[in-house]
């Protein structure tokens, strides 16, 4: 995706924010076309930020990344 749609997916309000924290918070594209033109995968951003990984914790903090997981996984299908 694009770094507009990658903004988006996390709920970055400017892609500039989105552009400074890659590196950092976000990953890095995985394909570079031009300086301009990049591109990322949505597993590289999720596995960034922990999304998607299998997790032993329980509580609340599970119990709503469970239910974030379910609600991506039926958009998909």
Do not use: C, Q
Request: charged fraction near 35%.
């Amino acid at each position: 995706m694009t770094a507009e749609l990658a903004a988006g997916y996390w709920g970055e309000k400017h892609v500039e924010d989105f552009l400074d924290r890659v590196g950092t918070t976000y990953a890095a594209p995985r394909v570079v076309d031009t300086t301009r033109r990049k591109f990322w995968y949505r597993d590289d951003l999720d596995r960034a930020m922990n999304i998607g990984v299998a997790e032993t914790a329980s509580g609340i903090g599970a119990r709503f990344r469970e239910k974030i997981r379910e609600k991506r996984n039926s958009r998909s299908a």
